[in-house]
């Protein structure tokens, strides 16, 4: 079982910035990644039809022999993580935005949010939200056509636009910490920073998920100690083209074709 891989998924290239993270901390580990564009973007959908893709994308995963599943998307795991944990036994990890480190440091006591509309308007959001953020401001916006333009990558000034547009207005209210609670964010992490300068702190938690997914998998003894072979690295994508993701990955891996 431990040489079993991890699955990873996401609606596209996003859940990448974290898949990088998990196997540069776990460099034994087989992955096998779905990137599921036909369905981008989550964060507009229902939560039953979030519901169902992250249960047909976790099928399709375990189907595969995974022995862990990690959501590598703030969308599928604020709606759909529970369901999953009752649907099926094996591990799930997932990543939510990060608004208890971002509090915790926040001096101003405002902290900006930028995630999809799923992520902030699921209950888990809100209850963890509540739970961390003490005497915290959250001022949060829905990133509405930010991942169509990332996916994409042709149009960087329309991105610059957009970005402009949610993240001027946070900065005007003085927060001194974004959190950038989608996966696809990261990806687009400089021309962010150069929008909201250097006095705000920009926070992901791709490092923390992965040192999480590291003790989940350490305490259900699933790690792969076996350092003798390189790891397999299997990518699926059931978009239309593989132009974005293989540019993530730099042509580095050959991409499998899903339905889906
Ligand atoms: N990367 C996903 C996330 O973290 C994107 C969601 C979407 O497809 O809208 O939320």
């Known amino acids: 079982m431990n040489s079993h891989p991890i699955g990873f998924f996401d609606s596209g290239i996003g859940g990448i910035t974290l898949w990088k993270e998990v196997t540069s901390l776990m460099p034994n580990e087989n992955t096998i990644y779905i990137s599921d564009a036909n369905n981008c973007p989550y964060g507009d959908k229902s ?41 099926f036994s094996i591990p799930f990890i997932g990543i939510e935005p990060a608004i208890k480190p971002a509090a915790l440091k926040s001096k101003t006591k405002k902290i900006g949010v930028l ?103 350490e305490s259900n003894k699933l790690l792969n100690n076996d350092n003798t072979n390189s790891p397999n690295y299997q990518f699926f994508n059931n978009g239309s083209d593989d132009h974005a993701i293989k540019k993530v990955l730099e042509n580095k891996y050959e991409i499998f074709k899903f339905e889906s």
């Open 115 to 217: 995630a999809t509309k799923g992520t902030l308007t699921s209950n888990l959001f809100f209850e963890t939200s509540n739970d961390h953020k003490g005497d915290v401001e959250l001022i949060s916006t829905y990133g509405e056509g930010l991942i169509e333009l990332i996916e994409s990558r042709e149009d960087d000034e329309r991105l610059v636009k957009l970005l402009e547009q949610y993240l001027h207005p946070m900065v005007k209210k003085g927060i001194d910490q974004l959190v950038l609670g989608c996966t696809h964010y990261p990806l687009v992490n400089e021309l962010i920073k150069k929008i909201v300068g250097n006095d705000v702190n920009v926070v992901d938690c791709n490092h923390a998920v992965a040192l999480q997914t590291r003790r989940i998998m």
């Open 47 to 87: 939560i039953d039809e979030i519901n169902e893709i992250s249960s047909k994308n976790t099928r399709f995963l375990i189907d595969r022999g995974c022995k862990t599943i990690v959501l590598a998307c703030n969308t599928a795991t604020t709606n759909s993580i529970s369901n999953l944990r009752d649907k």
